[in-house]
């Protein structure tokens, strides 16, 4: 999607690694977002950003921890890698913060074995 | 891009008939709501917004209709055509600041 990129597209890791997913944007939105999606349950709320260095917790939190130390830049890190974080992870941008427009990444499917 | 095998209802139309895809959404404080549309292998995209002080929003080939009385939400394609083929989220806001929370999604399948 234009104006925001996530990288890696692909990754399998071992449990018990750590793990640091990017995403990227090139249009200076204040607000980000990492969620992740599965089977059953959607997309789920992990961690946001209101601006650089102040994130807050959504509502899967547990085992996720993140980053913004520039604007266009929020980085998602799952501490310890464990089988149930196998899942496709999606960043998104807004630059209202009230879900207006929310814009997507393409996602990364992450696998942990 | 990425997808994932969600084991959602499915919604199968005819191409060019209408499609009716609903949603019913669980916080009676929420003020703003979205549907969202994600192809194969793509992030969600957004289609439509409304907010809860109307009950009626039209866009291109869309129709978003809200009943707040039995917190429903639907989502009306006109002509629906095989490029609409795809799965759509609404999604519920609440309040300044509230995050959104996404509903479990439905796959339209347009049959040519």
């Known amino acids: 999607d234009a104006g925001i990129t996530q990288s890696p597209r692909h990754k399998v890791t071992e449990t018990g690694t750590p793990v640091t997913l990017r995403c990227h944007q090139t249009e200076n939105h204040r607000y980000m977002y990492w969620y992740r999606q599965d089977p059953g349950h959607g997309l789920r709320l992990i961690h946001y950003?209101?601006?650089?260095?102040?994130?807050d917790k959504g509502e899967v939190s547990d085992g996720y921890s993140v980053s913004r130390s520039k604007t266009e830049d929020f980085l998602l890190t799952l501490e310890s890698a464990t089988s149930s974080q196998t899942s496709v992870y999606f960043c998104?941008?807004?630059?209202?913060?009230?879900?207006?427009?929310?814009?997507f990444g393409s996602g990364t499917r992450l696998t942990v074995v | 891009g990425e997808s994932v095998g969600l084991h959602l209802p499915t919604l199968s139309v005819q191409e060019g008939d209408n499609s009716i895809i609903n949603c019913a959404y669980s916080?009676?404080?929420?003020?703003?709501f979205i549907w969202y549309k994600q192809e194969s292998g793509k992030g969600p995209q957004f289609i439509i917004d409304?907010?809860?002080?109307?009950d009626k929003r039209q866009g291109q080939r869309v129709t978003v209709l809200l009943n707040k009385t039995v917190k429903h939400l639907s989502l009306q394609i006109a002509a629906t055509q095989p490029g609409d083929s795809a799965v759509y989220f609404c999604a519920e806001k609440s309040g300044q600041g509230g995050k959104l929370i996404f509903g479990q999604g439905t796959e339209l399948s347009v049959k040519p």
């Open positions: 409304i907010r809860s002080n109307m």
């Open positions: 916080n009676s404080a929420s003020d703003y």
């Open positions: 950003s209101y601006g650089v260095k102040d994130t």
């Open positions: 998104a941008i807004s630059e209202r913060g009230q879900g207006d427009g929310y814009t």
